[in-house]
C-alpha cells in the first residue's frame, strides 16, 4: 500500500509541475493572443468590484 502511496504523491506532484509550467507558457510569453482577446471580450480581466459593493450597500 505504501507503493501505491508513494505512487500517487509523485504523479501529483508532477501534475502540478506541468501545470506551472503551462501556466507560464500561456500568461507570461502569450502563447494563444486569441485566448486573451476572449477573456477581455467576456470582462473576466476588468476589476468590476465597485458594481458588487453598491448591490450590496444598496440592499442595507
Known amino acids: 500500500m505504501k507503493t501505491i502511496e508513494r ?11 506541468f501545470l506551472v509550467i503551462a501556466q507560464v507558457f500561456f500568461h507570461e510569453f502569450n502563447a494563444f493572443p486569441e485566448l486573451k482577446q476572449i477573456t477581455q471580450y467576456e ?11 453598491k448591490s450590496f450597500r444598496s440592499k442595507e
Not at 505512487?7 to 509541475?17: E, R, S
Not at 470582462?43 to 459593493?53: A, Q, Y
Open 43 to 53: 470582462g473576466v480581466t476588468d476589476n468590476n468590484h465597485s458594481e458588487v459593493l
Open 7 to 17: 505512487i500517487l504523491i509523485k504523479i501529483a506532484i508532477i501534475q502540478f509541475i
